[in-house]
C-alpha cells in the first residue's frame, strides 16, 4: 500500500478515548523496576543505587548494564541471605556496615538510593526507616533516600517513577513560577529541549531529575510541569501534593507529537501563536523529512504491542498518525486514562487497547492477527520470530533517545528495521 501525501494524510481519527479496554491479570514477562537503574546512574552522575536484594537482582543488574563501563560502578547490591526473624536486626546492622563502607570508599557519592526489591527478607527490612537513619549519620555529604524496584510492586520503567516520586519530598520550595520537564531524557535530548523553550521565551526550565545532586529543581505551587515520559503516575501525584500543576499534552514522540507537547507549555506560559510557529518551523520540517523515506515504508503495515513499558499508547499514536500504520491492538503494563487521554483520542477506533498481562491470551491473539510487526519484550521475541513474525524489542525503546524532533527519524527507523531485515532474509 503506497501512502498518501504527507501534507493530506489523515490525523483527525474517530479515536479510542472511551474506547473499552480488555484488563488482563495473568503471567507477566516483563522485567522488574531495578532495570530503571541501568539508564538512571547515567543519568543522576553523583548518584549511586544499592540494590538490597539477592543474587538474582545482582545478576539481573549485572546482565542489563554489564556492557557499561565506569571506572567506578554506580550501582551495586547489598545481598541479604535468608534468615529468621531474629536475624533482622543484623540486617539493618549489615546494611549500614555496607552503607558506611560504601560512603567512606566513594565520597563524591552525595546521593545514595536504597533500593528494595522483593526477597521476603528484603520485604521485612523498613528501607525507609534505613534511609532516615543512613540519612542523619551521613548529613552533610550524602543524602540517603529509597525507594523499591521490585518485581512484585513494578514493571521495569516504574523504576524510574519510583526513583522520581522519592525525590519530589525533598526538592527545595520555590514560589517562583518554572517549567518542570520531568522524566530521565538523554542529556543530548535535554539540551534541544532546553534551547527550544529559551527560544519560546520560557527562561525558568528545570528538569527532574537533574544531572546531579546538588542541582535538583525547586518547585512549588507555581511550578507547571510537562511530562516527557508517560510511565511516571506515583511522581505526578507527588508534584502535585506539593502544589505542582500538570500541563496536558501529547507526549514528544514524532514530529506531531513534539510539536504538541511544546505547544502546551507555550501556551501555559503565555507564549505568542505567531513565535511559537515561527520557533518550531524548521526543527519541525526535519523532523518531518527525516520521517518521509519511512512512511514510505511503514505505512499500512500492522502492528501489536505487547505490554512492557507503558511507551505503547504514545508509540502506537505515533506510528498510526505520522507514519499511516495500523495498531490491532496497543497493550501496556498500566494505563493511565488521565495521561493517555490525548493520545488515545488520536489513536484508529477499532484498536484494542489492554491493560496488563495474560501472556499466553495475548501471544494467541498475536497469533491469529499475524501481525507485520510485533513489539515485545526479549523473551518472547525469539519464539514469535521462530514462528515467522517480525519483531521489535521494547527495551531498545527505552534505551534509545527517540523523544523530540532531531530523533524523529531515528525512532521511526527503529521500527522500519525489522521489515527490512524480514524481507532480506526472505530473498
Ligand atoms: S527485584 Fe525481584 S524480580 Fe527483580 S531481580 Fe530481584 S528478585 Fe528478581
Avoid at 511544546?262 to 520521517?291: C, N, Q, S, W
Wanted: net charge negative; aromatic share 6%.
Amino acid at each position: 500500500m503506497s501512502p498518501p501525501p504527507l501534507a493530506s494524510a489523515p490525523i483527525a481519527l474517530p479515536g479510542c478515548a472511551d474506547a473499552p479496554v480488555l484488563r488482563e491479570r495473568g503471567q507477566r514477562e516483563v522485567f522488574c523496576g531495578l532495570t530503571g537503574i541501568v539508564w538512571l546512574h547515567r543519568k543522576i552522575q553523583d548518584a549511586f543505587f544499592l540494590v538490597v536484594g539477592s543474587r538474582t537482582c545482582a545478576h539481573l543488574l549485572q546482565s542489563a548494564a554489564g556492557v557499561m563501563i565506569f571506572a567506578e560502578p554506580r550501582f551495586g547490591t547489598a545481598i541479604i541471605e535468608e534468615r529468621d526473624l531474629a536475624g533482622m536486626a543484623d540486617c539493618n546492622e549489615e546494611l549500614d556496615r555496607v552503607v558506611d563502607r560504601l560512603l567512606e570508599r566513594r565520597p563524591e557519592i552525595k546521593l545514595l538510593f536504597l533500593v528494595g526489591s522483593c526477597p521476603s527478607e528484603v520485604i521485612k527490612l523498613d528501607l525507609s526507616r534505613a534511609a532516615q537513619r543512613l540519612s542523619v549519620k551521613h548529613a552533610g555529604t550524602t543524602k540517603i533516600l529509597n525507594y523499591s524496584g521490585s518485581g512484585i510492586e513494578t514493571t521495569f520503567a516504574e523504576g524510574e517513577d519510583a526513583c522520581l516520586a522519592a525525590l519530589v519530598p525533598d526538592l527545595p520550595a520555590t514560589e517562583t513560577a518554572n517549567l518542570l520537564i520531568v522524566g530521565a531524557l538523554p542529556d543530548i535530548v535535554e539540551d534541544q529541549f532546553r534551547r527550544l523553550f529559551t527560544e519560546l521565551g520560557i527562561e525558568a526550565v528545570d528538569c527532574l531529575p537533574a544531572r546531579r545532586a546538588g542541582e535538583m529543581p525547586a518547585m512549588g505551587p507555581n511550578t507547571r510541569y510537562l511530562l516527557a515520559q508517560p510511565f511516571l503516575g506515583e511522581t505526578a501525584r507527588a508534584l502535585e501534593d506539593r502544589g505542582a500543576t500538570r500541563i496536558d499534552a501529547l507526549f514528544p514522540f514524532g514530529a506531531e507529537g513534539t510539536t504538541a507537547w511544546l505547544h502546551a507549555a507555550a501556551t501555559a506560559f503565555g507564549i505568542d501563536e505567531l513565535h511559537f510557529r515561527r520557533t518550531v518551523a524548521a526543527p519541525r520540517e526535519r523532523a518531518k523529512r527525516a520521517l518521509e523515506p519511512l512512511r514510505e515504508r511503514l505505512y499500512g503495515k500492522s502492528v501489536f504491542f505487547l505490554p512492557d513499558s507503558q511507551l505503547e499508547v504514545p508509540l502506537a499514536r505515533f506510528l498510526a498518525t505520522e507514519l499511516g500504520m495500523i495498531p490491532v491492538e496497543v497493550g501496556t503494563p498500566y494505563l493511565h486514562r488521565r495521561h493517555l487521554a490525548r493520545e488515545l483520542a488520536l489513536l484508529p477506533s477499532g484498536t484494542v487497547i489492554s491493560e496488563g498481562q495474560d501472556v499466553d491470551r495475548q501471544l494467541d491473539r498475536v497469533r491469529a492477527a499475524k501481525p507485520d510487526l510485533t513489539v515485545c519484550g526479549l523473551g518472547l521475541a525469539n519464539p514469535l520470530e521462530g514462528e515467522g513474525l517480525a519483531t521489535k524489542w521494547a527495551i531498545e525503546l527505552v534505551f534509545s533517545p527517540i523523544h523530540g524532533f532531531e530523533q524523529a527519524g531515528d525512532l521511526a527507523e527503529l521500527f522500519a528495521r525489522p521489515l527490512r531485515r524480514r524481507d532480506v532474509l526472505r530473498l
